[in-house]
């Protein structure tokens, strides 16, 4: 790839610059001028010629070899110089396609910026809710009873229906003070279905009507006769009738008859 072969060119042109720069550096240091006639002249005896021929090999040795690494560093540019190239023409195409990146993301990132202003401006016109928790009952919490269940409120009670007959009792209700009146009730016709009453209720008012008449009128009879007291005679069997059942029965029926007359 052109990234791993310019990384490699690179490193090797660099270890040849120091290289080069290293052997710049042992020239300076030679006991000889090489270049200067001067120095040639100067030369008296054998003696010094000798030395001076010994530190004349050795700087042209070092200046030979100085020579040699320019032209290696010379025949290593012309191919650094065409990875350069490529390299340039290889990241030009990186740098527009991460340009084509970097505006999409841009682009994006205005979507959603716009996108959150609009979800803001919503936001603004709902209207306000309370943000508390809503408290969940309690697990240990004792279960209602007693009067605290709801299902002892109301009462259900069974009436039997007759859908033959279309008649409705106006009143059913006993109180003392109408043990002396007449049992006869008005029933009035009704155009539409209504709850009639059983003959078995029927038969149990008539007896508790009965059973109060009967003593007060032998009480009146006797009351004419002066001191003769006369024992009040036995009541009626009323073990089996239940007062407070029929009560609640008639109660509803009363209730039923107005309902269905409204």
């Given at each position: 790839t052109v990234p791993q072969s310019l990384i490699e060119q690179l490193g090797a042109y660099k270890l040849a610059v120091d290289e080069r720069e290293f052997k710049e550096e042992q020239l300076s240091t030679l006991r000889v001028d090489v270049?200067?006639?001067?120095?040639?002249?100067?030369?008296?005896?054998?003696?010094?010629?000798?030395?001076?021929?010994?530190d004349f090999e050795e700087s042209s040795l070092k200046l030979e070899d100085f020579c040699a690494e320019l032209d290696r560093e010379v025949k290593r540019t012309p191919p650094l110089i065409e990875a350069l190239e490529n390299a340039e023409i290889f990241y030009e195409a990186q740098y527009k396609e991460v340009k084509i990146v970097v505006n999409a993301y841009k682009t994006f990132a205005n979507r959603v910026n716009n996108l959150k202003k609009k979800l803001d401006q919503m936001k603004s016109t709902l209207p306000e809710h309370d943000e508390s928790p809503i408290l969940s009952p309690c697990m240990d919490a004792p279960s209602p009873n007693g009067s605290e269940s709801p299902m002892r409120?109301?009462?259900?009670?069974?009436v039997e229906m007759s859908p033959g007959d279309n008649c409705a009792v106006e009143d059913m209700e006993l109180s003392d003070d109408e043990g002396d009146a007449d049992t006869t009730h008005i029933i009035e016709p009704s155009p539409t279905p209504t709850v009639s009453i059983s003959l078995k209720l029927v038969k149990a008012k008539a007896a508790i009507s009965t059973s109060v008449e009967t003593p007060r009128s032998k009480s009146a009879a006797s009351g004419g006769g002066g001191s003769v007291v006369t024992s009040p005679q036995a009541l009626p069997n009323l073990v089996n009738i239940d007062l407070g059942k029929i009560s609640s029965i008639l109660s509803s029926l009363t209730s039923a008859m107005k309902n269905t007359g409204q």
């Amino acid at each position: 790839t052109v990234p791993q072969s310019l990384i490699e060119q690179l490193g090797a042109y660099k270890l040849a610059v120091d290289e080069r720069e290293f052997k710049e550096e042992q020239l300076s240091t030679l006991r000889v001028d090489v270049c200067s006639t001067e120095t040639l002249k100067r030369l008296k005896d054998r003696a010094g010629g000798k030395r001076f021929s010994k530190d004349f090999e050795e700087s042209s040795l070092k200046l030979e070899d100085f020579c040699a690494e320019l032209d290696r560093e010379v025949k290593r540019t012309p191919p650094l110089i065409e990875a350069l190239e490529n390299a340039e023409i290889f990241y030009e195409a990186q740098y527009k396609e991460v340009k084509i990146v970097v505006n999409a993301y841009k682009t994006f990132a205005n979507r959603v910026n716009n996108l959150k202003k609009k979800l803001d401006q919503m936001k603004s016109t709902l209207p306000e809710h309370d943000e508390s928790p809503i408290l969940s009952p309690c697990m240990d919490a004792p279960s209602p009873n007693g009067s605290e269940s709801p299902m002892r409120q109301t009462e259900v009670i069974e009436v039997e229906m007759s859908p033959g007959d279309n008649c409705a009792v106006e009143d059913m209700e006993l109180s003392d003070d109408e043990g002396d009146a007449d049992t006869t009730h008005i029933i009035e016709p009704s155009p539409t279905p209504t709850v009639s009453i059983s003959l078995k209720l029927v038969k149990a008012k008539a007896a508790i009507s009965t059973s109060v008449e009967t003593p007060r009128s032998k009480s009146a009879a006797s009351g004419g006769g002066g001191s003769v007291v006369t024992s009040p005679q036995a009541l009626p069997n009323l073990v089996n009738i239940d007062l407070g059942k029929i009560s609640s029965i008639l109660s509803s029926l009363t209730s039923a008859m107005k309902n269905t007359g409204q």
